[in-house]
Structures are given as structure tokens and as C-alpha cells.
């Protein structure tokens, strides 16, 4: 039986064919960035690369959800890799233990990489501003961050839109923040189907925030000034 029959039904075979003909490149593999990959997986995205060099530690257990006190103290990537091959046997995952900065060593390594669509799924805006650097302008770059009940999901594409460092220019990273498992599945849900619209039509957050607040369920788009579809 085909594993991705029920996928098939709602998109089509056609379109299940682009899914796995699809390199996804997910940067950060916590809270949101574990939810995104095994999603991805189970969409039937073909490959997929995880980018992270963090361990597994007992305060992640709240929202990371591919983990287990098993897995404290081993690297995410290594561990999210294992138990995603089980649920994709076709899918291609490539774990790299590398930390997300502004480098040559991080960009060397990205540069041997082709993908169609990148996830952003980090913690911190130094990451995120090197992590956006790998996209050229044939590729997307989908954007989530959660705080608290709160969450915002935005797709960009160089040369049609502004850059992230642009967006959160002048913003500082916070230590510790709070965050639940809910907002975080809100989020990485609707990161991958943006994922899934950008690989077989046309995207719907291209230039626009969707910001959710789950303490109030309210859903509210911002549009971008300054960008274009391109």
C-alpha cells in the first residue's frame, strides 16, 4: 500500500511526486524544528537536512517532541535522524553538527548543498541572519518563531523580499523565555504546509506575517512594505 495514499487524496499524486523530489534544508531542530522535520517526513519530502549542534536536555521535553529522557545529553541531529528513518524509510536525512553562525566554516559547508526550500526554525536572530545568507534568489526561506502563546509564521524569497535582519533589525535575543507544546505544533504545522504550498503552487505567507495568538485564538496577517511577489 502506497505510505502516502492519504496525502495523495487531498493533494494529489502529482504533487506527491514534487514532495519527494523536494530538498527541504531545516535550520535548528528544537522545539519547532523537530515538529517541522517529522512532519516534512511524513508529507513525503525526499531529503532532508538538519542543522543543528545542540544536545538534548531535560527543559527541551516540554515542546521538542521527537525527544525522550532517553536522549539527554546526546546531539539533536543525531538523535532526530534515527527516529525519523523510521517513520520515512525514503526519505534521505543528512544530520549536520554544525553550529548556525556567520562564518566560513558554516557557509562551506552549506555550499555543497542543493535544496529548494529552507525552515527556519531557530531560537536566536544571530542565527537567523546567518542562516538566511544561504538562500539565493530560486529558493524560499520559511520563518517561524513562537514566545509564550504567540506565534508568527513568514515565507521570503530574495530579490522579492526584504531580508530578516531588515525585519528584526535592532532587536536583542532573550535568555529564557516561556513556551508551550501547543503554540509550537500551531506553528510547525502551518510552517510545512506553507512548505508544501511553496513546492506545488503558489505560497500564501510570501511577504506577510501570520501571527497567531493561541491564548485568544486570534489569527492576524501584516503585510510587508517594500516587497514584491518576485
Known amino acids: 500500500m502506497e505510505p502516502f495514499e ?12 514534487k514532495l519527494r523530489e523536494t ?4 535550520g535548528g531542530v528544537g522545539g519547532i524544528g523537530s515538529a517541522v522535520a517529522e512532519i516534512l517526513v511524513r508529507s513525503g519530502i525526499g531529503h532532508i537536512t538538519l542543522i543543528d549542534n545542540g544536545r538534548v536536555d531535560i527543559p527541551d521535553l516540554n515542546r521538542q517532541f521527537l525527544y525522550t529522557y532517553d536522549d539527554i545529553g546526546k546531539f539533536k541531529v543525531d538523535v532526530a535522524c534515527s527516529k525519523l528513518i523510521k517513520i520515512g524509510i525514503d526519505c534521505k536525512i543528512v544530520p549536520m553538527n554544525i553550529r548556525i553562525e556567520d562564518n566560513p566554516e558554516f557557509y562551506d559547508g552549506i555550499d555543497k548543498l542543493n535544496f529548494d526550500v529552507a525552515m527556519d526554525c531557530l531560537d536566536n536572530y544571530t542565527s537567523r541572519f546567518a542562516f538566511e545568507k544561504i538562500v539565493n534568489g530560486g529558493q524560499y526561506l520559511i520563518s517561524g518563531g513562537v514566545v509564550n502563546n504567540f506565534g508568527q509564521v513568514i515565507t521570503l524569497k530574495k530579490g522579492g523580499s526584504i531580508t530578516l535582519s531588515e525585519i528584526y533589525d535592532g532587536l536583542a535575543d532573550e535568555t529564557i523565555i516561556g513556551v508551550i ?6 506553528i510547525a504545522s502551518i510552517m510545512t504546509s506553507e512548505c508544501v504550498k511553496c513546492i506545488t503552487g503558489k505560497p500564501k505567507l510570501l511577504n506577510r506575517f501570520l501571527v497567531i495568538d493561541l491564548e485568544n485564538y486570534n489569527f492576524d496577517f501584516i503585510e510587508l512594505e517594500g516587497a514584491t511577489d518576485g
Open 23 to 26: 530538498s527541504v534544508i531545516i
Open 181 to 186: 507544546p501547543q503554540i509550537i505544533m500551531n
Open 6 to 17: 492519504r496525502n495523495i487524496e487531498v493533494w494529489g499524486k502529482e504533487n506527491q511526486t
